[in-house]
């Protein structure tokens, strides 16, 4: 019986998890691998020798974050022979290329479940269970911080800044929530997920995002009256010229698998032709939770029926990069603050018209000077959207920019 | 390149939508394996020699259906060392153990993801996600139909009856349905997924079950004044002394994961101290979705990153059996046609606390001969209820016998 010793890397919430789950688990581990787990070497920030703990050890659990120094330490093991399992989604949306192809030539494990979506198991389901699918398209929740304070903003009807000042205070934020909220986590998470569901090249700069910062309770309210929820959503999807993969608030019909996945849970729909769609929810955080994910990966990189080989070394080689298509058909919410007087309406109906948008609903609220005017647009371009509001924003009567947030209606597609 | 050779058993609605996805897949697959597939030849239940098609294959896809032929198919192709997929999940809640334990000892596949809950890969995640958790508690919708026919009750308050014709109509349900509406059907899933939960032998015998034949639109108007939501779950969970899988209709609060699961769509949850929850739903039947399901597992099968082994076999050896609990605690919905007068529910209460069961809440409709009386239930031992129905059933005042419906919520557990 040899053991099985790994050397972890970060010793933060999910390190200490993990080697709390590994402890307690042990005795599964050694039953379905036939290897005991030990840790033999913990390398921080501030402590530890990486060079010594790569040599004692069997595989490598990267999570210390970051990406320069963990690039170096996950490309280093690799080279060695060594299997890598890593949480790091920063590290995967911009060296992932090199790193799975390294991976593949030196036909050694390289595990990354844990970096989209904690527990919720997408990695492997796309990977695996879907790995003869042709994937249309995947939209996701895929970070907790923002689904908890949209789903707070719902729930209490409170501003952006009191839900994430509770969001803060429950460890659901961190003090710098701005690669949370403005969407770049979430943004590295899809390129990931692009990557997996089309087979192409996708770096985290092919990602168009937006944040939550500029959502308002109206917006909720009015969403609520439409019978649609309001989420952080990530798109990556196959259109007829090439991919597009994206991040932005959008509302979503209440029927959509997605929208009642409230609270820091994250979720992963899947659409194709032959599956219809498989949805799948679970914590996207939390430090036991994503050791889990980690744990989940070990087993498998060591696993006797798994020889190491292509399809656990990461995803196939890429083929040639696709087109990545910035301009696509949409379905959108629009509010405006406006002077209520006669041919107020006509005038911004004129104006979308000429752009080939047509209004699907109209709400108004309020008189005189301060009516919100709140419409629904059937899909059409994002870029003659943009050129309709620039065109309505110049009218005296508009206080202030028109906003927009996408509609994603099963109605409209 | 070698080619795939796959001999096809069954060639009703998957079995042709398998052929059907494998021709249009096949330049995907040899991606994936290095091997081109081919059908190299087709068994019917009135064509087809089996030991000619079993000599020339690779690989025997197993979607005959019934248990005595297919158990004898799918023991002598692996015996002859072929690997086998099936989506025969009423030869595998009877013969799972048997098989497995072949696999694993011929050391070829034996993939099984299309027998519970079609293209949800619930199997896969217990079998490989999840290996290293200790897993608490399995709730799932895992039969289509019956989830159809009770989204149709909720949705149109039509009754069970013509729920059914709807579902036959669209082809959700069989001319006999007895299978699906009884509850067998999902009893053999739940065999199957608490086997791979708990690796301990589950046989469907060791699985109780009741159907939704008994389930009127009053219960569903309760239910939903009640903010619950009908479905027939399955459940499968770890007891301090035991273990218990089961299958019934049960109300779930609002926001349990399942409850929001509509029209056949099948869906499962998996909970555990590590993970806190992982839901997983899609399409649960469906031919082309179901040889989705069987295509991943071919794939599966054959990769060159799969030697063939234990894990791919099918699950571990299962520990000793552990004892199957028929009694368990559960709250309940009770419904009862009473005589409305002084002391009914005196009485009634009183028969129910003598059992230690207290009430949650009480609803009251209609005067005099035709009152119906609704009550929830804390949670006790089923068996208590069961004697206190016994009682209540005898008084004068009860026009029928008490029906009584599980009830899942989180504010009791």
């Known amino acids: 019986m040899s053991a099985l010793r790994i050397g972890l890397l970060g010793h933060g919430t999910v390190g200490s998890a993990f080697e709390q789950l590994l402890a307690e688990r042990a005795e599964r581990v050694e039953q379905l691998t036939g290897r005991r787990p030990e840790i033999c070497g913990v390398l921080t920030r501030s402590a530890g020798d990486f060079d010594a703990i790569l040599e004692r050890s069997d595989l490598i659990v990267e999570l210390i974050g970051g990406v320069d120094d963990a690039l170096d330490y996950v490309r280093r093991s690799l080279e060695a022979g060594r299997g890598v399992v890593t949480a790091n989604k920063q590290l995967l949306s911009r060296h992932g290329e090199e790193l799975w192809e390294l991976a593949r030539h030196r036909g050694v494990a390289l595990g990354f479940e844990a970096a989209v979506a904690g527990v919720v198991p997408v990695i492997r389901v796309l990977r695996e269970s879907l790995a003869g699918t042709r994937i249309e398209r995947v939209h996701g929740i895929v970070n907790g911080t923002t689904n908890f304070i949209l789903s707070e903003m719902t729930r209490t009807s409170c501003s952006y800044d009191v839900a994430l000042a509770e969001a803060q205070r ?3 934020a961190e003090s710098d929530p701005s690669d949370d909220v403005g969407g770049a986590d979430a943004a590295a998470k899809m390129a990931i997920l692009a990557r997996l569901a089309f087979d192409v090249p996708v770096h985290i700069d092919d ?5 939550i910062e500029q959502i308002t309770p109206a917006d909720i309210a009015y969403a609520r009256d439409l019978g649609l929820a309001l989420k952080l959503i ?3 999807e196959r259109l007829s010229d090439g991919i597009s993969v994206r991040v932005h608030p959008a509302f979503l019909y209440a029927g959509h698998p997605l929208a009642s996945v409230g609270g820091s849970f994250n979720a992963v729909t899947v659409e194709a032709e032959a599956i219809t769609e498989i949805t799948m929810s679970g914590p996207g955080a939390g430090g036991m939770q994503t050791a889990s994910a980690v744990l989940g990966d070990v087993i498998a990189a060591v696993s006797p029926d798994r020889a190491r080989g292509e399809g656990v070394g990461g995803p196939v080689a890429a083929a040639a990069a696709v087109p990545i298509i910035e301009d696509v058909v949409s379905a959108f919410y629009l ?4 002077v209520d007087r006669p041919g107020v309406l006509a005038k911004i109906a004129a104006e979308l ?13 309020g008189l005189g000077e301060s009516a919100q005017l709140v419409m629904v647009i059937h899909p059409l371009l994002e870029s003659r959207l943009r050129t309709a509001l620039e065109q309505i924003t110049k009218f005296d009567f508009i206080h202030s920019p028109p906003r927009a947030i996408r509609v994603i209606d099963e109605k409209f597609e």
């Not at 990602?207 to 944040?211: A, D, I, L, P, S």
């Not at 018209?353 to 609220?365: F, K, L, P």
């Open 207 to 211: 990602v168009r995002f937006e944040g």
């Open 335 to 338: 509010h405006m603050e406006v």
């Open 170 to 172: 429950l460890g659901y």
């Open 353 to 365: 018209g000429d752009q080939g948008a047509s209004i699907e609903s109209v709400v108004q609220r």
């Open 234 to 236: 990530g798109t990556a």
